[in-house]
């Protein structure tokens, strides 16, 4: 699968929209990206995921580059639940079913 | 619709016994995963069943573990003669498919003392 990168941590104040990045420049042309969130020491949760064209559910939206090296998760308005790590995840969807977990995006909602 | 369910949520075992974890997947899923967290480090794959069938077991141990998923019953994470390394967080997921997302149990947490 391929390798992503985010950022450590970041901080959205609550009501705002949180946008957190994720680049996966190697991703190859049947690898989907999908997320996922970590709150407190709680089971992940899945979130959304897509292969090429923007993604939105009743969680979050999720935008994927032209080129696809890279994607946005979006919590429209977020509030202090949302405060969690945020995981970033490569895969392809036939062939390999186990989930890759980086160090993901500490996300901290701010009142 | 109830989620997947683990149990114990918390195990406290001795150096030298068994651990022994349980995992029900969500209604109408046929695929099981396990992943094991350390303290303070990210989520590890550990093994991948279908029923009755060990699909892929590529992060686990080479030794004293073991994972089972029955035609009947719950998915069984077996750790024998556990050792304070093996404290952790173990999740399990299930899916309904190949290709699908996972769905994430509360997890069990083993203490080895």
């Known amino acids: 699968d391929a390798k992503t990168t985010q950022p450590t941590s970041m901080d959205c104040a609550e009501g705002r929209a949180a946008n957190l990045p994720c680049n996966h420049s190697?991703?190859?042309?049947?690898?989907?990206v999908y997320w996922y969130r970590q709150i407190h020491s709680q089971g992940p949760q899945y979130i959304i995921h897509?292969?090429?064209n923007n993604e939105t559910n009743e969680m979050a939206s999720l935008i994927i580059t032209e080129d696809r090296k890279s994607s946005t998760l979006i919590l429209p308005h977020a509030t202090l639940r949302d405060t969690a790590v945020y995981y970033c995840?490569?895969?392809?969807?036939?062939?390999?079913?186990?989930?890759?977990f980086g160090t993901g995006t500490r996300l901290t909602i701010i009142p | 619709n109830a989620g997947v369910m683990q149990n114990p949520r918390h195990l406290v075992r001795r150096r030298g016994q068994e651990a022994r974890l349980r995992c029900s997947p969500m209604?109408?899923?046929?695929?099981v995963y396990w992943y094991r967290q350390l303290p303070e480090e990210g989520l590890k794959f550990m093994v991948y069943?279908?029923?009755?069938?060990?699909?892929?077991e590529s992060g686990m141990p080479k030794e004293r573990f073991s994972a089972e998923f029955p035609k009947e019953g719950p998915s069984i994470l077996r750790i024998q003669q556990v050792v304070r390394g093996d404290s952790a967080a173990y999740f399990c997921?299930?899916?309904?498919?190949?290709?699908?997302?996972?769905?994430f149990g509360p997890g069990t947490r083993l203490t080895v003392t």
């Open positions: 190697t991703i190859s042309g049947n690898e989907y």
């Open positions: 069943l279908q029923k009755e069938n060990i699909i892929d």
């Open positions: 997921a299930s899916s309904p498919d190949v290709g699908n997302e996972q769905y």
């Open positions: 995840i490569v895969r392809v969807n036939f062939g390999n079913e186990k989930l890759t």
């Open positions: 209604k109408g899923h046929s695929h």
């Open positions: 897509g292969l090429k």
